[in-house]
């Protein structure tokens, strides 16, 4: 890591000019990434999936869209006429290859006509024209007001709405997040260099991702993972490894030797916290599903960019604007005072005092935050599991306002709870589906329509709740009473759902196993116990329970969704859950490998659990503060979103790291560590041979050279840099300004 930084450092202009054609890359690949986006969403092997790929196969047509005339009597022969003279003119368009109706609404106040295209490489022209002679039905008929959406539009305006989230989310965040480095480092060029990472990073991995979708489609979530993981990472990554560098500036006052140090600590860390992340986001790649696996794809390579970028483009942007870097002020004479205040650092200060209180009652505090926890995840036993479908969107999108007037008014759904596929023709279909009309689930049946050449697909309305129990259960009951004399497939959303669970309950023994295990080695190869690894993992999974619980109150019961400006879906997405889950999980071990480095270290340095709790605290307590701040201002702007997914995610993310951040690192992490005591770092003496000879621990800090006449001090003042005690020794995690160490810690 040393080398990495010097490197960089030195060749500050070539590393700068790389990056310059990876972001112009990352810049140019935008376009064409959203245009290429796709539906992951189907389940290959599933009947679900078999059945989409049939209907896949058998589409002979292109877009379809309907266009709504409301306002006006359907009876009417002026209305008749008018809508007959536009299907003509539609139907003369060139690429557009059928318009049925009018039809009329139940109530007769409004009429649709449905258009299809004919397949093209592009359809945007004769979507163009059709709408356009379409909107002029106002004018031909005084009252009228056309609307055009539903069918495949959907799909087009909900990709639109994610990419308008995902700028307005970046667009805040940045100068947001800006701010609040600007107050952590007090210096614009300090302040600056975790934004331009993160920029790096976020078109950095657009690129790959670019690249990605030439052999795996990509979603909207996948690039919603991008911006989140690059814009939080990098920004952390940044903060970290430029705190380090001021720390490294006011002891060494050479900026070349403050790199070297500070890439040997903390650029170890930023690696260790990337590979953690990693870990997390693997136990994705247990489940059969592709649009978790693209997700992960996505979120690995979004983590090894912002690593990259972290290492690389920092240390060069150091080269050119380091002068500008100056330490904290407090820290310009920590290395000369560090002798006569080493008996008390750690012991002052707002963490410290925190944990004082707390290990005075550690069984009080630990009943208390499991109370609250719990109370948290309470909602969690009625929750509901469900796919959104128009539920997640916002009706400012004018096809989901079509879509709605379709089902209401037409008896057209534009989402299909249950229905039934079939390589026959619609009126075999039909003569099948009847025999379902009197079930207690279906409410209505509607006519069946032909796909394609020879095959046919009828939608039963189910009662209630499209994704319900009711549905589900109509759904077994199609499924063991299929059509003799042709292959048929049972699915819609219920169907859909159903297939989810299956795929996801037969991955999550594997992928919970990744996460864990990989996080418990991780653990015992930092502290060499693995009693603080069950208990992180414990402790983490209670965190998240409450985080699930909160958003089963907002997104399901409505609990604040109206003041919060979040749409209730009536349940979580099961993918949501694993999503949150893997990223939640992998952020809050990164918080709890920041504040267990620290208390270790004084716990190796002989002191007694308590204190090094006390010190590892007030040591950490900053950083991680500091971190979750600038991750919960990422996470709020994407909370803001008006897609529901992008709501679950960011309010999930926002949820788990608040929590984390406070009341578990704070509060609950060291009232545990208290009464374990020194049990906390047990191991059996097998496992502390073997930690012995592979152990990871903290890097060595490089030697303080001795130096006078300090090139580093802003007011050109000869201050001797010495060796402060413990000081060459501070994790690679360290704070934004620590404290030197207390007397008696180890020098390394």
């Given at each position: 890591?040393?080398?990495?930084?010097?490197?960089?450092w030195?060749?500050?202009?070539?590393?700068?000019?790389i990056?310059?054609?990876?972001?112009?890359?990352?810049?140019?690949a935008?376009?064409?990434?959203?245009?290429?986006?796709?539906?992951?969403?189907?389940?290959?092997?599933?009947?679900t999936?078999?059945?989409?790929?049939?209907i896949?196969?058998?589409?002979?047509?292109?877009?379809?869209?309907?266009?709504?005339?409301?306002?006006?009597?359907?009876?009417?022969a002026?209305?008749?006429?008018?809508?007959?003279?536009?299907?003509?003119?539609?139907r003369?368009?060139?690429?557009?290859?059928?318009?049925?109706?009018?039809?009329a609404?139940?109530?007769?106040?409004?009429?649709?006509?449905?258009?299809?295209?004919?397949?093209?490489?592009s359809?945007?022209?004769?979507?163009?024209?059709a709408?356009?002679?379409?909107?002029?039905?106002?004018?031909?008929?005084?009252?009228?007001s056309?609307?055009?959406?539903?069918?495949?539009?959907?799909?087009?305006?909900?990709?639109?709405?994610?990419?308008?989230?995902?700028?307005?989310?970046?667009?805040?965040?940045?100068p947001l997040?800006?701010?609040?480095?600007?107050?952590?480092?007090?210096?614009?060029?300090a302040a600056?260099?975790?934004?331009?990472?993160?920029?790096?990073?976020?078109?950095?991995?657009t690129?790959?991702?670019?690249g990605?979708?030439?052999?795996?489609?990509?979603?909207?979530?996948?690039?919603?993972?991008?911006?989140?993981?690059?814009?939080?990472?990098?920004?952390?990554?940044?903060?970290?490894?430029?705190?380090?560098?001021?720390?490294?500036?006011?002891?060494r006052?050479?900026?070349?030797?403050?790199?070297?140090a500070?890439?040997?600590?903390?650029?170890?860390?930023?690696?260790?916290?990337?590979?953690?992340?990693?870990?997390a986001?693997?136990?994705?790649?247990?489940?059969?599903?592709?649009?978790?696996?693209?997700l992960?794809a996505a979120?690995?390579?979004?983590?090894?960019?912002a690593?990259?970028?972290?290492?690389t483009?920092t240390?060069?942007?150091?080269?050119?604007?380091?002068?500008?870097?100056?330490?904290?002020?407090?820290?310009?004479?920590?290395g000369?005072?560090?002798?006569?205040?080493?008996?008390?650092?750690?012991?002052?200060?707002?963490?410290?005092?925190?944990?004082?209180?707390t290990?005075?009652?550690?069984?009080?505090?630990l009943?208390?935050?499991?109370v609250?926890?719990?109370?948290?995840?309470?909602?969690?036993?009625?929750?509901?599991?469900?796919?959104?479908?128009?539920e997640?969107?916002?009706?400012?999108?004018?096809?989901?306002?079509?879509?709605?007037v379709?089902d209401?008014?037409?008896?057209?759904?534009?989402?299909?709870?249950?229905?039934?596929?079939?390589?026959?023709?619609?009126?075999?279909?039909?003569?099948?589906?009847?025999?379902?009309?009197?079930?207690?689930?279906?409410i209505?049946?509607?006519?069946?329509?032909?796909?394609?050449?020879?095959?046919?697909?009828?939608v039963?309305?189910?009662?209630?709740?499209?994704?319900?129990?009711?549905?589900?259960?109509?759904?077994?009951?199609?499924?063991q009473?299929?059509?003799?004399?042709?292959?048929?497939?049972?699915?819609?959303?219920?169907?859909r759902?159903?297939?989810?669970?299956?795929?996801?309950?037969?991955?999550?023994p594997l992928?919970?196993?990744?996460?864990?295990?990989?996080?418990?080695?991780?653990?015992?190869?930092?502290?060499?116990?693995?009693?603080?690894?069950?208990?992180?993992?414990?402790?983490?999974?209670?965190?998240?329970?409450?985080t699930?619980?909160?958003?089963?109150?907002v997104?399901?019961?409505?609990?604040?969704a109206?003041?919060?400006?979040?749409?209730?879906?009536?349940?979580l997405?099961?993918?949501?859950?694993v999503?949150?889950?893997a990223?939640?999980?992998?952020?809050s071990?990164?918080?709890?490998?920041?504040?267990?480095?620290?208390?270790k270290?004084?716990?190796?340095a002989?002191?007694?659990?308590?204190?090094?709790?006390?010190?590892?605290?007030?040591?950490?307590?900053?950083?991680i503060?500091s971190?979750?701040?600038?991750?919960?201002?990422?996470?709020?702007?994407?909370?803001?979103?008006?897609?529901?997914?992008?709501?679950?995610?960011?309010l999930?993310?926002?949820?788990?790291?608040?929590?984390?951040?406070?009341?578990v690192?704070?509060?609950?992490?060291?009232?545990?560590?208290t009464?374990?005591?020194?049990a906390?770092?047990?191991?059996?003496?097998?496992?502390?041979?073997?930690?012995?000879?592979i152990?990871?621990?903290?890097?060595?800090?490089?030697?303080?050279?001795v130096?006078?006449?300090?090139?580093?001090?802003?007011?050109?003042?000869?201050?001797?840099?010495v060796?402060?005690?413990?000081?060459?020794?501070?994790?690679?995690?360290?704070?934004?300004?620590?404290?030197?160490?207390?007397a008696?810690?180890?020098?390394?």
């Amino acid at each position: 890591m040393k080398r990495i930084g010097v490197w960089c450092w030195r060749r500050r202009t070539l590393v700068v000019g790389i990056w310059l054609l990876v972001m112009a890359g990352g810049a140019v690949a935008i376009g064409p990434l959203f245009a290429g986006m796709g539906d992951t969403t189907t389940l290959a092997g599933t009947e679900t999936g078999r059945a989409q790929a049939v209907i896949d196969g058998a589409i002979d047509h292109g877009e379809q869209f309907f266009a709504v005339v409301d306002g006006v009597d359907a009876g009417a022969a002026t209305t008749t006429a008018a809508l007959s003279a536009a299907a003509d003119d539609v139907r003369a368009i060139a690429g557009v290859q059928s318009v049925e109706g009018p039809i009329a609404a139940t109530d007769g106040r409004a009429a649709t006509l449905l258009v299809t295209l004919a397949p093209a490489e592009s359809q945007y022209q004769p979507f163009t024209d059709a709408g356009t002679r379409l909107a002029q039905l106002s004018t031909a008929l005084p009252g009228a007001s056309v609307s055009i959406g539903g069918g495949d539009l959907i799909g087009d305006d909900a990709n639109a709405a994610v990419q308008d989230d995902l700028r307005n989310a970046e667009i805040w965040s940045l100068p947001l997040t800006l701010v609040l480095l600007l107050i952590v480092f007090g210096g614009v060029a300090a302040a600056a260099l975790p934004a331009v990472a993160a920029i790096a990073t976020m078109l950095g991995a657009t690129a790959v991702l670019l690249g990605f979708s030439a052999v795996v489609t990509i979603s909207a979530d996948a690039i919603t993972v991008v911006t989140l993981l690059g814009l939080g990472l990098s920004i952390d990554y940044g903060l970290l490894l430029v705190a380090r560098y001021r720390d490294e500036l006011a002891a060494r006052g050479d900026r070349q030797e403050a790199v070297a140090a500070a890439w040997h600590t903390a650029g170890r860390t930023i690696a260790y916290s990337a590979l953690t992340v990693i870990a997390a986001l693997a136990g994705l790649m247990a489940f059969d599903v592709g649009e978790l696996r693209a997700l992960a794809a996505a979120g690995i390579a979004t983590v090894i960019v912002a690593l990259l970028a972290g290492l690389t483009l920092t240390a060069a942007l150091l080269g050119f604007v380091g002068r500008w870097i100056t330490p904290r002020r407090g820290r310009r004479r920590a290395g000369s005072r560090a002798g006569s205040r080493a008996g008390t650092d750690g012991e002052s200060g707002f963490f410290a005092g925190l944990a004082r209180r707390t290990q005075r009652r550690p069984w009080l505090t630990l009943a208390g935050c499991a109370v609250v926890l719990l109370a948290l995840a309470a909602p969690l036993l009625h929750v509901i599991i469900k796919v959104p479908q128009l539920e997640g969107l916002p009706r400012t999108l004018e096809s989901v306002r079509v879509a709605d007037v379709l089902d209401q008014r037409f008896g057209i759904s534009s989402q299909a709870g249950v229905a039934v596929l079939a390589r026959t023709d619609p009126a075999t279909l039909d003569a099948y589906a009847q025999r379902w009309a009197g079930d207690p689930e279906v409410i209505r049946v509607e006519p069946a329509s032909e796909v394609g050449s020879g095959v046919s697909i009828v939608v039963l309305d189910a009662r209630g709740d499209g994704q319900g129990a009711g549905a589900q259960a109509l759904v077994d009951r199609l499924r063991q009473d299929r059509p003799a004399g042709y292959e048929s497939w049972v699915t819609g959303d219920a169907a859909r759902l159903m297939d989810l669970q299956d795929e996801l309950a037969a991955g999550l023994p594997l992928a919970v196993t990744i996460v864990v295990l990989s996080m418990l080695v991780v653990l015992f190869l930092m502290t060499g116990s693995v009693v603080v690894g069950l208990k992180a993992v414990v402790v983490s999974a209670l965190s998240l329970a409450a985080t699930f619980g909160v958003l089963t109150a907002v997104f399901q019961d409505g609990w604040l969704a109206a003041p919060l400006g979040m749409l209730t879906v009536g349940g979580l997405s099961p993918s949501m859950i694993v999503i949150v889950f893997a990223f939640a999980f992998g952020l809050s071990m990164d918080y709890e490998v920041f504040l267990l480095a620290r208390i270790k270290e004084y716990y190796d340095a002989g002191q007694s659990p308590d204190a090094a709790v006390r010190h590892g605290l007030q040591r950490s307590g900053r950083i991680i503060t500091s971190a979750a701040l600038l991750m919960l201002i990422v996470f709020a702007c994407f909370a803001a979103a008006d897609i529901g997914a992008l709501q679950q995610i960011g309010l999930g993310l926002f949820v788990a790291v608040l929590i984390d951040a406070t009341l578990v690192r704070c509060l609950l992490s060291p009232a545990l560590m208290t009464v374990l005591g020194k049990a906390a770092w047990w191991a059996p003496a097998p496992l502390r041979r073997l930690h012995a000879r592979i152990g990871l621990p903290e890097a060595t800090a490089l030697p303080v050279t001795v130096r006078t006449g300090d090139a580093a001090a802003p007011d050109g003042g000869a201050e001797p840099s010495v060796p402060a005690a413990g000081a060459d020794a501070a994790p690679a995690g360290d704070a934004v300004a620590p404290e030197p160490e207390p007397a008696g810690s180890r020098t390394r």
